[in-house]
């Protein structure tokens, strides 16, 4: 795929999508800080947070026409965030940088869903 240029790249699969790639980095980002979060957190913050930031790749993964579902994740993902930050479980830092993140993935599937036809066949 050398030298074609960025709207004329094939997507053969899923994992192809720019969008896709973000999501499942910053899943596994969110897993990583999440170990840290209290034991009592398990099944609330921590599982919810994990859920909904796995979500965005997994409603991408099910049908590439489902990004309503996965922008919905990626929301219901900042407002998880939102909450360790405000219980002290991550730094404004850690916070500013996976909710720019999910900005940007909020973009790509915007721009996705004005070209569907583009990505789903």
């Not at 896709?20 to 009592?40: D, H, V």
Request: charged letters at 30%.
């Amino acid at each position: 795929m050398k030298g074609e240029g960025r709207g004329t790249r094939r997507i053969n699969s899923v994992r192809d999508l720019e969008v896709y790639k973000l999501a499942f980095e910053t899943a596994m980002e969110i897993f990583e800080i999440s170990k840290q979060f209290p034991k009592e957190e398990t099944y609330s913050l921590t599982g919810q947070a994990r859920r909904s930031s796995r979500s965005v790749c997994t409603n991408l993964a099910e049908g590439w026409r489902k990004l309503s579902d996965a922008a919905q994740e990626a929301a219901e993902t900042q407002t998880w965030l939102e909450f360790a930050l405000r219980c002290d479980y991550i730094n404004k830092g850690i916070f500013d940088k996976l909710d720019d993140k999910y900005e940007h993935i909020f973009a790509m599937l915007f721009t996705m869903g004005q070209k569907v036809e583009t990505f789903c066949k």
